[in-house]
């Protein structure tokens, strides 16, 4: 196979828009922190640089929360709780503030995705089909859950019938602190909060430094919604910093938190010291399967869009692909076709379908990887480069020739990048797909439904797709096998997770 460079557009396709007046109004805000629905200043003043990915350019300031900002919003959210404000309140009310915060983000939708767009870099019309009715979605789902979470009636076994009456109690377990990461910043904020909310627990959320944007204008709808003071806060801040102090904060009594495995693992060990519950979402390397029968024309771009899709910054993104020897080289082709669509341009541009990556440092790990790619010998089919622009631009890549010990194919990379696999047969590429210490998601592609159950059963991971890719929905719980995570999101078990088991036995 020989390796196709891309050819560099010119750079006035990577001219980013101009900025609508409302987007110019929240970049311009004095950096603050949300806190018992009040803006407030941080103790230290100190501040981040947010800046617009498409043009490398700084855009605005956010505030680096202190620890003594960490303890403030600890306390809010403690003394929230803990007088039963929001947990005390009926559950048909929690609903109802729930979904009235859902329907003012839909109200504010086009800012949002703007907002998004600007601040991560996602195409706008991404962020409009994608994150922001996502993230709506994520909070009616969960509101309704408030007034249908209930207990059980049990009866024990070791005593006679009337002598007792016993029953098991679902409580809020209290208060959460919750972070997330940059690649769906409000969506991701929503996932977090909504089940939390439902369940009666109040909350600290800390969204990720490079995309804080959406969350703090979210704080703004919060207060408009009418939750009580203290039952959202959310505070900016760097990961080591004001991440660390709160998952070390002894007020909070469970963390959930989204992001890389290597941070997860640090924050399970942090937070052990005094058992605080603890729900990881974290990295993955899902494979895609194709099997012989497929129709190639129909799979290679929907294997195109499971890696390119978001720049490739997606957990569950279809990093590993592995296609049928008899296809391969038809599956390559089609894929480099359909790369076309994926062509790299600022966010804010209409038809733009990939932006940039997140960050300088995002852009020089993707790059650094696809060159030990090659040292170590895969063979670029498409992309490989980087055009040249001011923005963090990577074109879309796939990389051939791999072997199963590359950091290409064992890391994850986070970006738009596929190393591709032959295999012979289905014991074989389950066997593949298996070969990594993640298992967040998986792809299989096939008519066969025998060959569709037995790859089912055989990956280990905690979704997996059959003739589709990252489809995601409030209703069907998500998470990871392995280290790609633990606990699940979503569905009745996401608000289960905010919830403890009470047993009650009551002598008659
Ligand atoms: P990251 O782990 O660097 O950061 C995530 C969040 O953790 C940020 O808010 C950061 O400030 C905070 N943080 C960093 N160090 C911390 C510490 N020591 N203590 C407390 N908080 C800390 O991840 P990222 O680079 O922002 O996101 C990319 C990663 O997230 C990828 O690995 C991706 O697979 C993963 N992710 C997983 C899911 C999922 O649902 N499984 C979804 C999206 C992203």
């Known amino acids: 196979m020989t390796s196709a460079p891309t050819v560099s557009p010119s750079n006035d396709v990577f001219t980013q828009r ?13 950096p603050a922190l949300f806190i018992n629905n009040e803006w407030v200043q941080s103790t230290h003043g100190a501040t981040i640089a947010v800046e ?47 979904n009235k915060l859902a329907d003012l983000i839909e109200a504010h939708a086009a ?70 990461p940059w690649n769906f910043p409000l969506l991701m904020a929503t996932l977090k909060i909504s089940p939390a909310l439902a369940a009666g627990c109040t909350v600290v959320l800390k969204p990720a430094e490079q995309t804080s944007l959406t969350a703090l204008r979210l704080a703004d709808l919060v207060a408009e919604a009418g939750f009580p003071p203290g039952v959202v806060n959310v505070i900016t801040g760097n990961g080591h910093t004001t991440g660390d102090y709160l998952v070390k904060h002894p007020g909070i009594d469970k963390i959930a938190f989204t992001g890389s495995t290597e941070v997860g693992k640090i924050i399970n060990r942090n937070a052990t010291e005094t058992l605080k519950r603890v729900t990881l979402e974290l990295g993955g390397k899902s494979p895609v399967v194709v099997m012989p029968d497929v129709n190639v024309a129909e799979v290679a771009p929907n294997a195109a869009g499971a890696i390119f899709f978001n720049s490739g910054q997606v957990c569950i993104a279809g990093s590993r692909l592995f296609a049928h020897r008899s296809i391969f080289d038809k599956m390559i082709e089609g894929i ?23 960050s300088k440092e995002q852009l020089d790990r993707v790059m650094g990887y696809i060159e030990a790619g090659k040292k170590d010998g895969a063979t670029v089919a498409i992309g490989g480069d980087a055009p040249s622009a001011n923005g963090y631009y990577v074109n879309p890549t796939v990389l051939v020739n791999v072997k199963p010990n590359m950091s290409v ?11 591709a696999q032959r295999f012979d047969d289905l014991d074989e590429v389950a066997k593949m797909a298996n070969d ?73």
């Open 111 to 180: 800012e949002f995705a703007e907002l998004e767009a600007i601040d991560n870099g996602k195409p706008i019309g991404m962020a409009a089909v994608v994150d922001i009715p996502g993230a709506i979605g994520h909070l009616r789902y969960m509101a309704g859950w408030a007034s249908k979470l209930g207990g059980e009636l049990m009866e024990p076994q070791g005593l006679p019938r009337g002598t007792v009456f016993s029953y098991v109690s679902r409580d809020p377990i209290g208060v959460a602190a919750q972070i997330v």
């Open 52 to 98: 617009d990915p498409s043009t490398g350019k700084e855009v605005a300031r956010i505030a680096d929360a202190s620890e003594a900002d960490v303890n403030r919003a600890v306390e809010a959210a403690r003394n929230a709780f803990d007088d039963g404000r929001w947990s005390h309140l009926p559950p048909s009310q929690r609903e109802r503030t729930i």
């Open 336 to 358: 480099s076709q359909a790369a076309s669509f994926w062509q790299p341009r600022p966010s804010l541009d209409p038809q733009a379908h990939m932006g940039p990556l997140v």
């Open 436 to 508: 990594t210490c993640y298992g967040l998601g998986a792809g299989v592609w096939t008519r066969d439904v025998s060959a569709m159950h037995r790859l089912a059963s055989k990956i280990k991971a905690g979704t997996v797709w059959g003739n589709c890719h990252a489809i995601i929905d409030p209703a069907l719980p998500f998470g990871g096998f392995k280290q790609s995570g633990f606990g699940r999101e979503q569905g009745k078990q996401g608000i289960e997770a905010y919830t403890e088991l009470k047993t009650v036995i009551i002598k008659l």
């Open 409 to 419: 194919v064992r890391e994850e990379i986070f970006g738009p990048v596929v190393v």
């Open 18 to 30: 101009a900025y609508s007046a409302s987007a110019k109004s929240v970049l311009a805000r004095k």
